[in-house]
């Protein structure tokens, strides 16, 4: 690839990144008018929550067996076992937990978002939205967005408590470790900010990952293959939108040293 052809990719991504972040500010206005179609909304929000729980959760599941392995081995050499499960549940709670289901909504449902819409672009039929008299950001974007801000969370919430119990059954089958000492252990470590940072965060994310296949959705061109264009851009940028955003989202909540370990003991 050229220099000038990156140099005009990298161009064209700017220009409908700007386009995300001015369809998020349209999107708070119009939520502003309190304009919802409900029926796209709950629609929507089963598209974003119950089609989405299995792969989810599997996901979480799995990430809390890892995590535990890779934690009570070098726990256990420092004598620290009874730390095990609040390490587990902190790691799942704080960043594991809504980054990972984020990104399980962002491969799932953003790119649905985005070929879904980038298809209607193609064929005219937003254009007819407009000679209804119909806004394709009230009728379209603001269902999307609604769903994945309510439905992420609840997907979080739920991953959370499947990751701790996967990490669970391997301190206690694989380690010997004591189920009540795990239990006691991450209900020790864990208090309620964690619990609300995941649910702030889990919100945020929704909202942009519908943002932003919304958006690559409405500015396709080119066909079928800038349908399949805009899929992959969309995916990719709101995976580097969470990555980004969750440094900043959890400096801003942990700042400060911590006190959740000398707690926990």
Not at 50 to 55: A, R, V
Not at 121 to 138: G, W
Request: hydrophobic share 55%; with cysteine; aromatic share 8%.
């Amino acid at each position: 690839m050229s220099e000038s052809t990156r140099n005009s990719s990298l161009g064209i991504w700017s220009q409908r990144l700007l386009a995300a972040i001015l369809l998020g500010g349209q999107v708070v206005i119009h939520l502003l008018r309190g304009k919802i179609h409900r029926r796209n909304t709950i629609d929507q929000m089963a598209v974003a929550g119950p089609e989405s729980l299995l792969i989810a959760l599997v996901t979480a599941a799995f990430v809390g067996m890892v995590f535990t392995i890779q934690v009570t081995r070098e726990f256990l050499n420092f004598g620290a076992g009874s730390a095990v499960g609040g390490v587990v549940a902190l790691a799942l709670t704080r960043e594991l937990g809504p980054v990972l289901t984020g990104v399980v909504l962002a491969g799932r449902v953003g790119a649905a978002f985005a070929a879904e819409i980038g298809t209607m672009r193609v064929t005219e039929q937003i254009d007819a939205l407009y000679m209804l008299k119909s806004d394709p950001i009230d009728y379209l974007v603001i269902p999307r967005v609604i769903a994945c801000c309510l439905m992420l969370p609840a997907l979080t919430l739920l991953s959370i408590v499947v990751g701790i119990v996967g990490g669970l059954l391997i301190a206690t089958n694989l380690y010997n470790l004591s189920q009540n000492i795990f239990l006691d252990s991450a209900r020790d470590f864990l208090n309620v900010w964690d619990l609300c940072s995941a649910m702030i965060k889990a919100s945020f994310f929704g909202a942009m990952i519908a943002v932003i296949g919304c958006s690559w959705g409405l500015t396709t061109t080119g066909g079928a293959k800038g349908v399949g264009q805009s899929t992959t851009a969309s995916v990719v940028t709101a995976l580097l939108t969470i990555f980004i955003s969750n440094f900043f989202l959890s400096w801003l909540m942990f700042q400060g040293s911590g006190s959740a370990v000398l707690q926990g003991f």
